[in-house]
Antibody
Framework: QVQLQESGPGLVKPSETLSLTCTVSGDSVGSYYWSWIRQPPGKGLEWVGY???????YYNPALKSRLTMSVDTSRNQFSLNLKSVTAADTAVYYC???????????WGQGTLVTVSS | EIVLTQSPATLSLSPGERATLSCRASQSVSRYLAWYQQKPGQAPRLLIY???NRATGIPARFSGSGSGTDFTLTISSLEPEDFAVYYC?????????FGPGTRVDLK
């Protein structure tokens, strides 16, 4: 059974970089596309981007200029870096497997990141 | 960019009743439409993919239909654990995206 677990700081200062890691167990991170999705408190879901082992990435156009995603096969992890954050980036961040570039399953439990000084 | 609209925003029903949730796309997404259930404090859970295929472990009371721009999620008889928010999601030639959600709450 595939399981995903997000990790990273829960508090980031404005203008700094938000960095999160998703650790995958039960499957090889090199075999699939992987994605990040976020959800501001009390709001809906926003797709952030996806990454593949080959280095292929596709980012939400609204975040593209600030976003970097990568895969680390040695640790079976993938990561997200979002620079120059503002309060608008405060959200629960979920990692998920992007099956067939079509649907997201499974999901991690999510991690709340607050942007505040 | 394709925009998804969900209706109604809130659906108030009783256990045992039938729930019908709608998702409309601003242009055709063929059958590339998925449905998720989210309960408070939990991650979304995949229910339906490719418009009508139930994900592993999803009860038969959940069914999906539609193609092109109009899609429906039906819960044939609501169980107490089904009261939650439901999101549709599309993938097209552009970025994938989610609808704003429909909340199914207890009448």
């Amino acid at each position: 059974q595939v399981q995903l677990q997000e990790s990273g700081p829960g508090l980031v200062k404005p203008s700094e970089t938000l960095s999160l890691t998703c650790t995958v167990s039960g499957d090889s991170v090199g075999s699939y596309y992987w994605s990040w999705i976020r959800q501001p408190p009390g709001k809906g879901l926003e797709w952030v981007g996806y990454v593949y082992n080959s280095g292929t990435t596709y980012y939400n156009p609204a975040l593209k200029s600030r976003l970097t995603m990568s895969v680390d096969t040695s640790r079976n992890q993938f990561s997200l870096n979002l620079k120059s954050v503002t309060a608008a980036d405060t959200a629960v961040y979920y990692c998920a497997r992007y099956q067939m570039l079509d649907w997201f399953d499974p999901w991690g439990q999510g991690t709340l990141v607050t942007v505040s000084s | 960019e394709i925009v998804l609209t969900q209706s109604p925003a809130t659906l108030s029903l009783s256990p045992g009743e039938r729930a019908t949730l709608s998702c409309r796309a601003s242009q055709s997404v063929s059958r590339y439409l998925a449905w998720y259930q989210q309960k408070p404090g939990q991650a979304p859970r995949l229910l339906i993919y490719d418009a009508s295929n139930r994900a592993t472990g999803i009860p038969a009371r959940f069914s999906g239909s539609g193609s092109g721009t109009d899609f429906t999620l039906t819960i044939s008889s609501l169980e107490p654990e089904d009261f939650a928010v439901y999101y549709c999601q599309q993938r097209s030639n552009g970025p994938p995206g989610f609808g704003p959600g429909t909340r199914v709450d207890l009448k």
